[in-house]
């Protein structure tokens, strides 16, 4: 097991394409599943755990898959026009009518193919017909489309649709509109509308008003103050030990915690998990290795367990238990592996939420977006780029995720411009956090940052260097950080 190592080269044989990215629809899992697990780049166990070789990496191992073919299937429909409906009647079908568009129907007359050479004359009424009985599926009526409006079912019980361009009428149906739904007059009036996402300045102290967007009910914009004062309570009761590595485990350390999270990164990236998925997964591995002794035999079983859990806990289609034994070169049998993940839950208590800094990142983006002049893709994304970096650092455990979120918005808008104060009075707001509470996370981030391009784990700078996330991880970042920027404001 020692001379394996989480980095091997992928077989020649294997295409090199990372087009399984997208879980598949829920009815088709278990067919995309098998497809996956069978062209899959296996991955070797974490035996040779060290991060004394990495020259075998590569970049990508999880060949694509071609798509689940669905099937086709084409199907004849005439759509019905609500302004007009024409009746019109085959005589090849004694005793049978049928509906069609006006739109669909040109002509007054039009011949149809009969299957012995000869054809059929379709003539259109001049006008809606309401006495027409609807075809069905009897012996002597063919519909071609069961689900066709009747001329009946067109009208409604008050009026009939019009279709002369009656102005009475349909003035008539504008005030009933308006009066039933309580539209004002000056609905439109300058000023009344909601700006999306347009933040408003509030009328104290220059703080900007990100919760303004009542719209939008995923913003929860009505209690998102709540919540995050929740998120702040709970992130200290799920946080995990940050003396673990000395306290408890004696066979792995924090090297090979790193090359677990690393590699746990590039099965996320290939997977296209939320980001919830990793930080979550995370999470629950220092959580577990808080309080039990694990062997680094077992550190990648303990990885994918973990993840397994995230996944079912976020992820709309969680991967299958099969998948995730393959990825390790089935090192792991199944059972195993729900082993591990019983022996997870059971310690964990079922208690899977968990604050983690993405949850912060979220609010503290939208603070930092609200009256700045830097790219709003860049500043979210280099955010994003440096909270993940900390994922990888066991020494970056001391520090709350809600200051790791608040203090890589720190760096990424001080990377973005230098020049500029990177903290304000909205941040201050709605981080609950000072400058000067930010100087030891940021600087610790900031060296991160900058050993990144050396270091021998750049599954993060990889994934951050791609055109979709803008680079990112390419970014300049200044050699040091001016003390005065941590300076608190005079109140």
């Known amino acids: 097991m020692s001379n ?27 067919k995309v599943a098998a497809a996956a697990s069978e062209q899959a780049k296996k991955r070797v166990a974490l035996g040779n755990i060290t991060n004394k070789s990495n020259a075998g990496r590569s970049a990508s191992w999880l060949p694509g898959t071609k798509g689940v073919d669905r099937g086709s299937a084409t199907s004849f429909t005439l759509n019905v026009k609500k302004g007009s409906v024409t009746c019109v009647h085959d005589t090849n079908f004694p005793g049978s009518s049928m509906t069609a568009s006006a739109a669909t129907i040109s002509s007054k007359h039009i011949s149809l193919p009969l299957s012995d050479g000869s054809t059929s004359t379709i003539g259109a009424c001049p006008e809606p017909c309401s006495t027409v009985i609807s075809p069905n599926r009897s012996g002597d009526s063919v519909s071609l489309d069961e ?15 019009i279709d002369n361009g009656d102005s009475s009428a349909i003035a008539s149906l504008e005030r ?21 996402d347009v933040p408003v300045l509030m009328e104290t102290n220059g703080i900007f008003d990100v919760d303004n967007n009542q719209q939008d009910p995923q913003l929860c914009a009505t209690i998102a103050t709540d919540i995050y004062k929740h998120l702040r309570i709970a992130e200290a009761k799920k946080r995990p030990a940050t003396d673990f590595m000395e306290r408890i485990q004696k066979d792995i350390n924090a090297s ?27 999470n629950y591995i220092d959580r577990y290795l808080s309080g039990n002794e694990m062997n680094r035999q077992q550190l990648q079983l303990l990885g994918v367990a973990c993840m397994l859990i995230a996944a079912k806990y976020e992820e709309i289609c969680a991967p299958q238990v099969e998948e995730f034994c393959y990825i390790t070169d089935n090192t792991y049998f199944k059972d195993e592996v729900l082993q591990m993940e019983a022996a997870v839950l059971k310690y964990l208590k079922f208690e899977m939420t968990a604050p983690t800094a993405k949850c912060f990142l979220r609010r503290f983006v939208r603070a930092a977006q609200g009256c700045e002049e830097v790219p709003l893709l860049q500043l979210e994304f280099l955010a994003n780029y440096v909270a993940e970096l900390s994922l990888l650092e066991y020494n970056m455990l001391c520090y709350s995720p809600s200051l790791i979120a608040a203090s890589a918005i720190f760096l990424a808008k001080f990377i973005l411009q230098p020049m500029k104060k990177p903290w304000n009075a909205t941040l201050g707001h709605y981080t609950l956090y000072k400058p000067s509470e930010l100087l030891d996370c940021v600087k610790a981030l900031h060296r991160l940052f900058r050993n990144s391009p050396g270091s021998s784990l750049p599954a993060v700078r990889e994934k951050y260097s791609q055109h979709k996330y803008k680079f990112v991880a390419k970014k300049y970042c200044p050699p040091s950080i001016p003390s005065e920027l941590f300076q608190d404001p005079i109140n």
Do not use: Q
């Not at 394996?4 to 278990?30: F, G, H, I």
């Open 4 to 30: 394996m190592n989480c980095r091997s080269s992928v077989s020649s044989s294997a295409p090199a394409s990372s087009a399984l990215a997208k879980r598949p629809a829920v009815e088709n899992a278990t």
């Open 147 to 161: 689900t066709m409006s009747t001329c009946d079912s067109m009208k409604s019980p008050d009026f009939e649709y």
């Open 176 to 196: 009933r509109a308006i009066n039933n739904l309580h539209i004002s007059d000056c609905a439109n009036a300058a000023g009344s509308t909601w700006k999306r």
């Open 256 to 282: 090979m915690r790193a090359i677990l999270v690393d590699w746990l990164v590039e099965v996320a990236e290939e997977y296209r998990f939320v980001p919830d998925t990793l930080y979550l997964t995370v």
